[in-house]
């Protein structure tokens, strides 16, 4: 699936949630069942720093897609790194850089997006577009 | 006399908003407080009928502005009992405040090798600038610890405090613990060895009732934005006779006498320390904000927020697998706190669902986070104007993201 497909699958999902409660407690889900990190991928320099909680990505490059894997140590914004990775798991490093998120804003969790202390969730998004840049140069 | 919380609710215009759809339920006051109506109404006034900038003007405007301006000063004074009102300077707030006298301070008296005392609890804004300040000069930072229920270790002040030492830089209440410090204590143990003491006063001027001169306090700082009074005014108090030793901290208009390029001599106090456009119509509102917090009566205000304190402690603690960060014997309404298993950020992002503000994270205070081992503390603040129905909600709120991560 492209990342287009993806994100509106995403939408379409978080649409037949009724009320807040249903959708964080579908995050929470996602961030129990996200696999997290291995100790050994915590360091500082996978660490995206929000004032409020810890994210760490790990990215690599395999057969010409781009894997990611992530953790956090506050459970809803390790759901939307799982959300995040569903979208731009297995993707082209190109498709990354070129990509135009807008499900975050649909599904409404833009108030995540503050630019300053909170999840991070800006600093989420540009550090996999980083990713994306870096290995589409290596590529 | 007890408190119509129905009535003071009503001055209060942000109180009657929805959030998320429902009720709000503000328990971030320890971050800033809400704004009664006399006081928006105030600086309104202001603005509408009166703005001119301030001093040396010759016109009615200026004249009215002015007045204002040193009737805020006035209040302040009398507020907190001050012998002069040369001695109640205006900065942007607390943080300012600190970062004044900590420059002007040592450039005066801190040299190489000497000492300043702060303490485990402090806010960053009284951290920092003594840092700052210790590095240039190449003075020594000391920090006077706290216990785990998060009680300043008084006695060992004392111990702490050499020939070097010229300064203690102390919070009256901790912001993310709630502690009410033993200041008078403090201040003695100090003056007995000739040292000075700069009081934090951020959290407690909106509580307890401050006179500098029977604590005999050297510096007093505070914000108008936590005492129900508009943000970017913040007051400085300081002893006349260590103002006037200390040179300017900043340069510019209103804090000159005659500037020559050959040597500039400085205004009287307080225009010395206050270079620049004053900010007037915050000061303003400040002024407005104690008329109303003294209208309601400090004591007043202590003893329902106690009774709220008290309720909302024995709430919060019969929930299974929480925590309250700061035990102390004497608190103030604010309870820093921890459920097992449930990230600080999650809880307040839940809570903020249900139209609870509640505050997350370090507080800015990273060394009482580090002292008890943990990232940060969901903090509920209360204010007179909250009720225990409030506190229900915040508890039920609480049972219901435990439900929610439980699943």
Known sequence: MTINEIQEEIIEEFAGFEDWMDKYAYLIELGTDLQGLDEQYQTDQNLIKGCQSKVWFNASLEEGKVKLEADSDAIIVKGIAALLIRVFNNQNPEDIMNADLNFIDEIGLKQHLSPTRSNGLVSMVKQIKMYGIAFNHVK | ?407
């Open chain 2, 1 to 407: 006399m007890t408190l119509d919380i129905n009535k003071i609710r009503k001055d209060f215009p942000i109180l009657q908003e929805k959030v998320h759809g429902k009720d709000l339920v503000y328990f971030d006051n320890a971050a800033t407080t809400q704004k009664p109506t006399q006081v928006i109404d105030e600086m309104v006034k202001y603005y509408y009928k009166y703005n001119s900038n301030i001093h040396r003007g010759v016109h009615y405007l200026s004249n009215k502005s002015t007045d204002g301006n040193e009737n805020a000063r006035k209040i302040v004074q009398n507020f907190i009992n001050a012998e002069h009102l040369h001695e109640i300077i205006f900065t942007r707030g607390t943080t300012e405040s600190v970062n004044l006298v900590a420059n002007s301070f040592a450039d005066r008296y801190i040299g190489e090798g000497d000492e300043v005392i702060v303490s485990e609890m402090e806010h960053h804004s009284n951290i920092v600038p003594w840092q700052l300040v210790c590095e240039k000069k190449k003075a020594v930072l000391k920090v006077l610890p706290f216990n785990d229920n998060g009680e300043l270790l008084v006695d060992q002040l004392d111990g702490m405090i050499t020939d070097r030492t010229k300064i203690v830089a102390v919070n009256h209440i901790s912001n993310s613990l709630g502690t009410i410090n033993p200041i008078q204590e403090i201040i003695d143990i100090a003056h007995a060895r000739g040292v000075k003491v700069l009081v934090d006063a951020a959290q407690s001027v909106q509580h307890l009732k401050i006179n500098v001169q029977e604590w005999d306090v050297d510096f007093l700082v505070f914000s108008g934005h936590k005492l129900y009074g508009p943000t970017g005014i913040g007051v400085l108090y300081g002893k006349e006779n260590l103002l006037n030793e200390m040179p300017p901290w900043q340069g510019g208009g209103e804090m000159i006498k005659e500037v020559r390029f050959e040597g500039t001599t400085y205004n009287e106090l307080p225009f010395k320390f206050e270079a620049g456009t004053p900010n007037y119509i915050d000061a303003i509102g400040l002024g407005a904000a104690i008329e109303y917090v003294e209208n309601i009566g400090l004591d007043n205000i202590d003893a329902y927020e106690q009774e709220l304190l008290a309720y909302a402690t024995e709430k919060l603690s019969s929930i299974d697998g929480l925590k309250i960060y700061g035990t102390a014997e004497h608190k103030t309404s604010v309870i820093s706190f921890l459920v097992d298993g449930i990230h600080f950020y999650d809880m307040g992002m839940l809570l903020d669902q249900m139209g609870i503000a509640v505050r997350t994270g370090t507080h800015c205070t990273e060394p009482v986070m580090q002292h008890f081992g943990i990232d940060g503390t969901v903090r509920a603040s209360f204010s007179f104007y909250n009720t225990k129905e409030e506190i229900d909600a915040l508890y039920n709120g609480i049972l219901k993201v435990c439900k929610m991560f439980v699943h």
